[in-house]
């Protein structure tokens, strides 16, 4: 196993770690607004947050399965 793919994994995976992270706290942030929208307008509205938590959580998902570090290939 060469330096540059044990680099290229290390900055895959920090990319995943970002994106990961920017998912959740948009995900939050979608919540919370759904939360204060169905309690100060005394009714539930749609759970618009349901598609980025599905979608986004999914190709995560996809993204994570497909790594070929987690696969155990040296490329």
């Given at each position: 196993?060469?330096?540059?793919?044990?680099?290229?994994?290390?900055?895959?995976g920090?990319?995943?770690?970002?994106?990961?992270?920017?998912?959740?706290?948009?995900?939050?942030v979608?919540?919370?607004?759904?939360?204060?929208?169905?309690v100060?307008?005394?009714?539930?509205?749609?759970?618009?947050?349901?598609?980025?938590?599905?979608?986004?959580?999914?190709?995560?998902?996809?993204?994570?399965?497909?790594?070929?570090?987690?696969?155990?290939?040296?490329?």
């Amino acid at each position: 196993m060469s330096a540059n793919s044990v680099g290229s994994r290390s900055s895959g995976g920090l990319a995943r770690r970002i994106v990961t992270i920017a998912w959740l706290v948009i995900s939050v942030v979608q919540v919370v607004i759904w939360l204060l929208m169905s309690v100060l307008g005394t009714s539930v509205k749609g759970p618009f947050w349901l598609w980025t938590i599905g979608i986004g959580g999914a190709a995560l998902l996809v993204w994570r399965s497909l790594d070929p570090a987690r696969r155990g290939g040296a490329e």
